[in-house]
């Protein structure tokens, strides 16, 4: 969230000491808050890209002068406002700073009144700035989701929005959602769109791991802590510091491992296998099952204390049978990344096979979709019912209200939501189109 005028600061850089106590009790006392280094040297150690506040620094500096500094903070965030102190004469060089993207400059001696006009103007410019910064960031976020979750469905609609809103909390997420829904991506979209994209995102199949393997590979261990220790070993909890632990198929955790992750998660510390000492980790946890974990610990069969714990949001995700209208969309995509895999041209479904598609319900869910792409590009066919019992398709009404639900989003899609150009291409009047969007909710 953008911060509000009065959470950011003015960063006051002044050798002088006299000059620097003024200039900070001078702010203090309209409420401004300050913080005051003597050089320009400890000025870059406190300022970052997205400073949350202004620079105001003197010209003549020990060391790095402010001239210098200047293009070293311009160069980090050309949106940082900075005002330059001179002293009497150096009037010239204020108008070289100015041209080279001071803020404003202030030529000694000053009255403590306008050293606060100043700041208090270039704060409000800050704030504005971070706040487009801000929308800009989160409008780029939910374009990358929209890439990478497709479907105009409502409910991927619902999950990419949560998704955004949720990114950069440090709260537990649970994702539920049968196998093939996208756990994974899930997790990974909620990683990437958070602070912790630039650390690491590490994944554990707690289903995949052999019981006797499970306590080294995710707490770690010391060397020489069971046969075969040689060297000390990272867990997979340390090696998600400051990142995303992601714990798929977390209903098949071994019991006595719950007892260790919970641990983990109350204390935010972990002990390596062979240790007694406590080992912080700041990771943030996005667990993933396709059972019913309230069902599971109501039955003895999962840790009620670990369910609440990890149950602080929970996201649930649709089968694709509940999202048909996704299928054409879906398919598309898959047909597209599997032809540039396999060398092949990416020929589109007729629709015919798209009606088929839609109309298929999907036990597999979005893998099962993203395989048959693969055997369509590879030529060998578009029958999701081959090789399958004979499927419980939908009513025919129902059918095909979603099929061409379906074939009208892609079509808006196609053609960037222009009625005029969808209406030609799908062979209807415009009114009739858009009477149907209005009708399907589009």
């Known amino acids: 969230m953008a911060p509000k005028l009065n959470d950011l600061s003015v960063l006051i850089v002044e050798d002088d000491a006299d000059v620097r106590l003024g200039c900070e009790q001078a702010l203090r006392l309209e409420g401004i808050a300050t913080r ?3 050089t320009a040297e400890a000025a870059l150690q406190t300022v970052a890209p ?30 940082l406002p900075v005002v330059m102190i001179t002293g009497h004469g150096d009037v010239g060089l204020a108008v070289q700073a100015m041209k080279q993207g001071a803020y404003d400059f202030l030529e000694k001696p000053f009255a403590p009144e306008r050293l606060v006009e100043v700041a208090r103007r270039a704060l409000e ?36 929005r949560l998704i955004a809103d949720l990114a950069d909390t440090s709260a537990n997420v649970l994702i539920h959602g049968e196998t093939g829904t996208g756990k994974e991506l899930v997790a990974r979209c909620l990683h990437d769109a958070s602070t912790r994209h630039a650390r690491n995102f590490v994944p554990i199949n707690c289903g995949g791991l052999p019981e006797q393997l499970f306590e080294s590979e995710i707490f770690g261990h010391e060397a020489g802590s069971f046969t075969g220790a040689a060297k000390r070993r990272i867990g997979k909890i340390e ?9 798929d198929e977390i209903e098949s955790m071994p019991m006595s491992m719950q007892i260790k992750l919970l641990r983990v998660l109350q204390e935010r510390v972990v002990e390596r296998l062979g240790s007694n000492t ?4 700041d990771a943030r946890v996005v667990a993933a099952t396709k059972a019913d974990l309230k069902a599971l610990a109501d039955a003895g069969q999962f840790r009620a204390d670990l369910y609440y714990r990890l149950n602080v949001i929970t996201l649930e995700l649709p089968p694709l049978r ?23 041209d990416a020929r589109p479904a007729s629709p015919a096979e798209l009606a088929r598609l839609v109309a298929y319900p999907w036990p597999g869910n979005v893998r099962e979709l993203r395989n048959l792409a693969e055997r369509h590009v590879l030529g060998l066919g578009c ?9 419980a398709l939908l009513p025919l009404a129902q059918a095909v209200e ?28 415009k009114t009739t189109l858009f009477d149907k969007v209005r009708k399907y909710g589009l």
Do not use: C, W, Y
């Open 402 to 429: 979603q099929f061409e639900r379906a074939l009208i989003a892609d079509a808006l899609r196609r053609h960037e939501g222009n009625l005029s150009r969808a209406s030609e291409a799908l062979g209807v009047a």
């Open 383 to 391: 029958n999701p019912e081959q090789g399958t019992e004979e499927p």
């Open 278 to 281: 406590p080992v912080p980790v």
């Open 322 to 344: 509940e999202r048909r209208e996704d299928v054409p969309l879906l398919f598309g995509h898959f047909v597209a990344q599997a032809a540039l895999r396999f060398e092949r």
């Open 125 to 160: 410019q800050r704030r504005l700035a971070l706040e487009v910064a801000e929308l800009r960031d989160r409008l780029a976020g939910r374009e990358r989701l929209e890439a990478r979750l497709i479907g105009v469905s409502p409910a991927m609609e619902r999950l990419r």
């Open 36 to 38: 005051a280094v003597g």
């Open 50 to 79: 997205h400073f949350p506040g202004i620079v105001v620094s003197d010209i003549r500096l020990p060391g790095i002068d402010g001239m210098a500094l200047l293009a070293q903070l311009k160069a980090r965030d050309a949106a």
């Open 239 to 247: 090696h998600a510091e400051g990142g995303t632990l992601f714990l």
